[in-house]
């Protein structure tokens, strides 16, 4: 009997072990040349729901830039990120639509495209997939999967609700996220936004950053404080990744075009108002480009921020706009809250650019990204890389 209890247990500290060796592994979810009707997939999201199943998302372009043909695709994986349902086009506004009357002041747009943009989801603790999207940067709508995004309800539009920013910012041209958003432990879900006049670069320049927030499961939506404006020193806040933090504050890591070349971070009480004097976080490097972050754990202080850490010149300057220095997508982890970053892993060290970033039910990282043989405005393929702390750790996790 002891032989036999011998040999289980040293069975399971075997499966253990082998359970903890580190692996990373790469798949392309998105590539170009497998669907003709698309020539460029961007802006990826990924988000876990309540039951596990894996969410992963992006822009469909029939054209090259922000203000062409562009739908929303989706795919599903029920094991862990493994194997992946085919693509599905997942945002449809029924009725007329126009073009919005700003993109038409630039050249090559075709007022005949319409733009389906910036897709943002929440996994309730309930099981509900909340989705905020936008339609020509103009128009945004609501809606909900309750059966882990096979099917989605009817959108329901809520411009209205950004309503409430103009007077503090006359914007012309909105934007929800991108990446996935957040349900506080309240219940509350917080989008972050970007707003712009439109009058300057792509019709997206000059901008600021705020929130929208649900506190009855999206049914209706409330406009924020203006989070990040634009100034001299915070230019053009725009593309904002938010997390709560571990005493109930949110914090937002905003992307922008300031000269310091990091990103910014301020903090709310409630994801909504009074946000904190907006500082950049020396750590993390601004090459101009969306990153991702999330929560790795809630029983112990864990956070994963993903972005490209680079920067193309050594004077750490870069021309607003430029893309020839996204490369390096990184994976970093912080013990404190965001305060530092103990580690910092490259998880793709040639051309990367956009990422999000989740936690698979079995404890699995989800860097979703794009990548390609060669600078441009988006890459070859959008890729899951999939790795556990071990990897990105070298298997010495501080907190354990």
Same mark, same amino acid.
């Given at each position: 009997m002891k032989t036999r209890h011998l040999l289980l247990t040293l069975a399971l500290a075997t499966f253990a072990a082998r359970a903890a060796e580190p692996f990373v592994e790469k798949l392309d979810l998105f590539k170009v040349g497998e669907d003709p009707a698309y020539n460029i997939y961007h802006i990826p999201g990924i988000v876990v729901t309540a039951k596990g199943t894996v969410l992963a998302w992006c822009e469909a372009r029939k054209g090259g830039g922000?203000?062409?043909?562009? *739908?929303?695709?989706?795919? #599903? %994986? $029920? +094991? =862990? /990120?493994?194997?992946? !349902?085919? @693509?599905?086009? &997942?945002?449809?506004?029924?009725?007329?639509?126009?073009?919005?009357?700003?993109?038409?002041?630039?050249?090559?747009?075709?007022?005949?495209?319409?733009?389906?943009?910036?897709?943002?989801?929440?996994?309730?603790?309930?099981?509900?997939?909340?989705?905020?999207?936008?339609?020509?940067?103009? *128009?945004?709508?609501?809606? #909900? %999967? $309750? +059966? =882990? /995004?096979?099917?989605? !309800?009817? @959108?329901?539009? &809520?411009?209205?609700?950004?309503?409430?920013?103009?007077?503090?910012?006359?914007?012309?041209?909105?934007?929800?996220?991108p990446d996935h958003a957040i349900q506080l432990r309240t219940s509350r879900l917080v989008v972050p936004v970007w707003l712009s006049t439109g009058t300057g670069g792509n019709a997206h320049r000059p901008s600021v950053t705020a929130t929208i927030y649900s506190d009855d499961a999206g049914k209706t939506w409330h406009a924020g404080d203006i989070a990040v404006p634009c100034t001299d020193d915070w230019i053009n806040p725009n593309e904002t990744v938010a997390i709560e933090l571990a005493d109930g504050r949110v914090m937002l890591n905003v992307r922008s075009e300031s000269k310091a070349h990091r990103r910014l971070v301020t903090t709310s009480p409630d994801g909504a108002t009074k946000w904190s004097t907006p500082k950049f976080d020396d750590a993390l490097l601004e090459p101009i480009c969306m990153g991702g972050i999330v929560r790795y754990s809630l029983d112990k202080p864990r956070i994963l921020f993903s972005n490209p850490?680079?920067?193309?010149?050594?004077?750490?300057?870069?021309?607003?706009?430029?893309?020839?220095?996204?490369?390096?997508?990184?994976?970093?982890?912080?013990?404190?809250?965001?305060?530092?970053?103990?580690?910092?892993?490259?998880?793709?060290?040639?051309?990367?650019?956009?990422?999000?970033i989740a936690v698979s039910k079995s404890g699995t990282i989800l860097c979703f990204y794009g990548r390609g043989a060669k600078p441009g405005f988006a890459g070859d393929a959008l890729t899951l890389a999939r790795f556990n702390l071990e990897w990105l750790t070298d298997g010495k996790d501080s907190s354990k």
């Open positions: 922000d203000w062409s043909d562009i *739908r929303i695709l989706l795919r #599903r %994986s $029920t +094991d =862990d /990120g493994k194997t992946w !349902s085919a @693509p599905k086009s &997942i945002a449809d506004v029924p009725g007329p639509k126009t073009k919005n009357p700003f993109s038409l002041r630039m050249k090559n747009v075709n007022p005949a495209d319409m733009t389906y943009n910036n897709p943002v989801l929440i996994a309730d603790r309930d099981g509900t997939v909340h989705m905020v999207f936008c339609l020509e940067y103009m *128009r945004c709508f609501y809606q #909900r %999967s $309750t +059966d =882990d /995004g096979v099917s989605w !309800s009817t @959108p329901v539009e &809520i411009t209205q609700t950004f309503e409430k920013f103009h007077p503090a910012y006359d914007w012309k041209v909105l934007a929800t996220g850490h680079n920067l193309s010149r050594a004077d750490g300057k870069e021309e607003p706009g430029k893309n020839r220095d996204r490369k390096n997508v990184s994976v970093k982890l912080s013990y404190d809250e965001g305060q530092t970053w103990a580690v910092n892993k490259t998880v793709e060290a040639e051309w990367s650019a956009y990422s999000d």
